[in-house]
């Protein structure tokens, strides 16, 4: 038994709020199309994707959102990349 894994993935968030979210949606389909596969944003809120892990038996999951975490003013959307740490 291990004492700790990892686990990396590509979780995107919704980014409806984004400046570009036009453009994001546009390369999210294209990219469908031309690889015939499926590609989605996955949550909305830091507390969406929280309550995700939890459901899945995490007990502890933490959320970097650099729109909230880096800037005294928080953005609208603008992190297109969060990273979460969740612990058994």
Sequence with gaps: QFSAGFYLTDVYPKVTQHRFYRWIELANKS????SKSSFMMH??????AISHFNDCGFSQ????????????????????????????
């Design 31 to 34: 990219l469908k199309v031309s």
């Design 43 to 48: 949550f909305a809120s830091n507390q969406e």
């Design 61 to 88: 999951v933490a959320v970097f959102n650099p729109d909230e975490e880096l800037s005294d003013t928080p953005t609208k959307g603008g992190a297109i990349v969060w990273a979460l740490r969740c612990e058994l």
